[in-house]
């Protein structure tokens, strides 16, 4: 491969993976997808192992998870035992699946913190006057998170509506990403 097309594949990868890295998932997660995203055909297990130099262990454990997302998919290659996999292009299922589902489960995170928060001072017992005060500004001070998650939540499926309708409307722009395979442009001999 030319030297600068390979620079720029790997700085694709390696942004994705620190993208993905700060929404809270695993970098080799953002890589992974970012290797199947530019490839023009299914690659297996061993293949991204070796591209990313991790261990099979890790990029399967991560293929799982993307596999999880809907974002990547297993496929089957004619006289190969080995599994391969492909990246959705689909950017309504890229939308709703991966990046709503990742805002979606930090969101539940802090519920699921609150929550127990909540219930430890609701168990504590024999509470001095002050120390019944301190309880009660820390009850009140989850609520008011519980409140804005309640408002990030909504906030989220409007979004993630608004996006999915105007990827329908660019529905054009999004098939042009094509399939893993040939592009369009070598299928049909068209020189551009």
């Excluded at 609150?114 to 219930?119: A, D, F, H, P, S």
């Excluded at 329908?168 to 893993?180: E, F």
Aim: aromatic share 4%; proline share 2%; glycine share 8%.
């Amino acid at each position: 491969m030319n030297g600068d097309l390979s620079k720029a594949r790997d700085s694709f990868i390696e942004g994705l993976g620190h993208l993905v890295s700060t929404m809270g998932l695993s970098r080799v997660i953002g890589q992974l997808y970012a290797m199947l995203f530019l490839s023009r055909e299914p690659l297996c297990l061993d293949d991204m192992a070796e591209r990313l130099r991790i261990s099979k262990g890790n990029a399967s454990v991560n293929i799982r998870e993307l596999e999880k997302l809907r974002i990547v998919r297993k496929v089957w290659v004619k006289g190969s035992r080995k599994d391969y996999y492909e990246a959705e292009l689909d950017l309504d299922k890229l939308i709703g699946n991966a990046i709503v589902g990742a805002v979606k489960r930090r969101m539940d995170m802090v519920v699921e913190t609150v929550t127990g928060t909540e219930k430890l001072i609701q168990k504590t017992k024999r509470m001095n006057k002050e120390q019944k005060k301190i309880a009660e500004l820390y009850l009140s001070r989850l609520r008011r998170v519980k409140e804005i998650r309640e408002l990030a939540q909504e906030m989220l499926n409007s979004v993630s509506y608004s996006l999915k309708t105007i990827c329908t409307g660019h529905r054009g722009i999004i098939n042009g990403l094509g399939s893993p395979g040939i592009p369009e442009q070598e299928k049909t001999g068209a020189n551009g």
